[in-house]
């Protein structure tokens, strides 16, 4: 199995040593070196060439927006995965537009983290349960009531559940596991719920989703 080769950024040695224990613990992950600070991060990012850089936005020298910043260029493969405590919607505007590929809080549970992690080796966005919710309601307002209730309502009780996970950013394993059922009727139930409302992508069923209330406001504060 390939492993997703990582590279920790974080000034808090402490921190560091648990995630390193947690990552390496995983099949497909490796921790293929640390930094503590800005300046080593860019130089350990050079020498190691990391699938992911898992990177705190606080630390010294440079902090983590100007090693965004330095990275953009001349690491176009990389996939950065911002972990910060910091919950500010415009932090997270200005990370992903800087190039980073997701953005989760220090506070979210092992799992997410997991998840974030595998999401972005993968070249997809992640960004914390927290504040996505916010971003895509800014991005995509409701649409009319009356269509919201009569799309919703061809849908099954299960078809609804995969749609809301869809939304939550689990991936076709995760809301397999969670719900009890194989891989192929994840895929079978997506494919229904396209077919009824008219979607093609992932990307529109999430926009779907959020739109039509299958994420509301307490499980867009992280709940799961």
Do not use: W
Not at 60 to 85: C, I, R, S, Y
């Amino acid at each position: 199995m390939t492993k997703i080769r990582i590279l920790l950024a974080d000034d808090h040695m402490v921190l560091r040593s648990g995630l390193k224990l947690m990552l390496n613990a995983q099949e497909d992950m490796e921790v293929v070196g640390e930094a503590g600070e800005g300046q080593e991060t860019l130089a350990q990012t050079d020498r190691l060439r990391p699938d992911v850089l898992l990177l705190d936005l606080s630390m010294p020298g440079f902090d983590g927006l100007q090693v965004l910043e330095t990275l953009a260029a001349g690491h176009p493969n990389l996939k950065v995965l911002v972990l910060t405590m910091h919950d500010d919607e415009e932090y997270v505007k200005r990370v992903l537009s800087l190039g980073a590929c997701g953005y989760i809080l220090k506070r979210a549970a092992d799992v997410e983290l997991l998840a974030a992690i595998r999401t972005v080796a993968q070249g997809r966005t992640f960004v914390d349960q927290a504040l996505s919710g916010i971003l895509v309601r800014q991005a995509f307002p409701p649409p009319d009531i009356k269509q919201n209730q009569t799309q919703a309502e061809s849908l099954s009780e299960r078809e609804r559940e995969v749609l809301k996970l869809v939304a939550m950013g689990y991936t076709n394993r995760q809301i397999a596991e969670s719900l009890v059922i194989s891989i192929k009727t994840v895929e079978s139930h997506k494919a229904h719920v396209k077919d009824k409302l008219g979607l093609k992508g992932r990307s529109e069923l999430v926009r779907y989703a959020v739109q039509h209330g299958f994420l509301p406001a307490g499980e867009a504060q992280g709940q799961r």
